[in-house]
């Protein structure tokens, strides 16, 4: 019997899969929480005509040259703490419609040791299972957490955060569908991953300059230690709070025979660094990954939050988000370190690049407590198009992903009732439909990627 959603093409499943923290519905500041681990991606390196509501009090900003740097926004004030009680939230009213070739999102829980897979798509009445993958969490503390789902969704790997609980190196366990299981305690205090596009290997982070590549051979998972050595030093003076130098997997090319690796500066941009044999660990260093051929890159979906590989641009973590370090801007970075243009903004939440050069970001009025948001895309050279999605007052909008020109836009309220919207976005036609989910249903809710 055919699971729902395995008469999908398999070979399409290159799903953008974000790892994101679990969702703990017990007050307002836990679903506030799921809002957050939607725009995290951007720190940690990792998306017109249905908008129901009138477009919001945010100024259009003209696009600065392609090495300007705009004057900052000021930040609107938040308001004062009797105003943020009485505030009032709604949600968009938004229909749960059928888009015409909508991918599907995909998201998994823990039930015991268990994983639940589960699947929405747009027009239809709530999440649907798609799979159980027994075991999935066995060994792993119930949190905090992060996890992955493979491209075909019958793998999953998750990671627990050991080192923030008792000092010791983070465990990772690899579960399959189909029984092969893998699990490890050598996850040093550096994250990221990226799965081969055919769903039989990922290579799991383990340290600054240190992979674990773990593949699928007859029914067991054989795991492989690479040492990825270029100088880690970083090539500006390292910001405080933000990551040191490393090497993280960027993704594997499409014939699955390399895998990529970018560089931290260690101001939390990147730029492509090397490439690996999967046959044989051997390691060349690049300048710019390919994007077309056997050879391209398949990225992993958590760094579309920060990398773009068409240009080997990278969002600067400290203009985005929700406590920026550089509030009223927004820094596009080229491969060199050097600013390729900057916008000035109120409050830039979430980003995600599309793929092609250009940006699909929210953005709010203020943080805490917006007035409005919006979605919009941002073009190649800095310049931004007419808004795809607005909203009033919210307690936030974010991208989560994006997939063949759709994104997945999650809109959070908290007052009077704590409530989100998941929304399917087509960003060529600005089409939309979306779902609401009550704190109840949100509960230990990860995201894990798309069914095309």
Not at 66 to 81: E, W
Not at 373 to 392: A, F, K
Not at 415 to 440: F, H, K, M, N, Y
Request: glycine share 10%.
């Amino acid at each position: 019997m055919t699971e729902p959603g395995e008469a999908r093409n398999p070979d399409r499943a290159h799903s953008l899969d974000v790892p994101l923290g679990p969702i703990r519905p017990r007050g307002g500041r836990d679903v506030r929480a799921w809002l957050v681990t939607l725009a995290a991606l951007a720190v940690i390196g990792t998306a017109a005509g249905f908008a129901v509501l009138s477009r919001p009090a945010v100024p259009e900003v003209p696009a600065p040259s392609a090495v300007a740097r705009a004057n900052p926004r000021p930040v609107s004030p938040s308001p004062s703490p009797l105003d943020a009680m009485a505030r009032v939230e709604t949600l968009p009213d938004i229909a749960n419609v059928a888009i015409a070739g909508a991918p599907s999102p995909v998201f998994f829980r823990r039930v015991g040791d268990d994983a639940e897979v589960l699947f929405w798509q747009p027009g239809e009445r709530g999440l649907r299972p798609l799979r159980t993958i027994p075991d999935g969490f066995a060994g792993i503390a119930s949190a905090p957490l992060i996890g992955t789902l493979s491209p075909d969704k019958r793998t999953l790997f998750v990671r627990g955060f050991d080192n923030l609980t008792s000092g010791q190196p983070d465990r990772g366990r690899l579960t399959s569908v189909d029984g092969a299981t893998w699990d490890t305690s050598r996850l040093g205090g550096t994250f990221g991953w990226a799965w081969r596009p055919d769903s039989l290997a990922i290579v799991v982070s383990a340290g600054p300059a240190t992979w674990l590549l773990v593949e699928f051979r007859d029914g067991t998972a054989v795991d492989r230690e690479i040492v990825v050595d270029p100088r880690l030093e970083p090539l500006r003076p390292r910001q405080p709070g933000l990551d040191p130098p490393r090497v993280t997997p960027a993704g594997f090319s499409a014939d699955g025979r390399w895998i990529y690796g970018l560089k931290s500066r260690g101001d939390g941009t990147f730029l492509p660094a090397v490439r690996v044999a999967a046959i044989d660990g051997s390691v060349e260093t690049v300048a710019a990954f390919p994007i077309s051929g056997p050879e391209a890159i398949v990225l992993s979906g958590e760094l579309h939050a920060t990398f773009d590989p068409v240009t080997s641009r990278s969002i600067d973590p400290r203009s985005i988000g929700f406590l920026p370090e550089r509030p009223g801007q927004f820094d596009i970075h080229e491969a060199d370190g050097s600013l390729a243009w900057s916008l000035g903004v109120e409050s830039v939440m979430s980003a995600s690049w599309i793929g092609n050069g250009r940006l699909v970001i929210s953005e709010a009025t203020r943080y805490p407590n917006p007035s409005a948001t919006q979605v919009l895309i941002v073009d190649s050279d800095g310049s931004r198009q007419s808004p795809m999605l607005t909203t009033g007052p919210v307690t936030g909008t974010s991208v989560a992903g994006v997939f063949h020109e759709y994104a997945l836009v999650g809109i959070v309220v908290e007052r009077p009732e704590q409530s989100v919207l998941v929304c399917v976005l087509r960003l060529g036609d600005g089409a939309i439909s979306g779902l609401t989910l009550s704190a109840s249903e949100l509960a230990g809710l990860q995201l894990g990627g798309w069914l095309p």
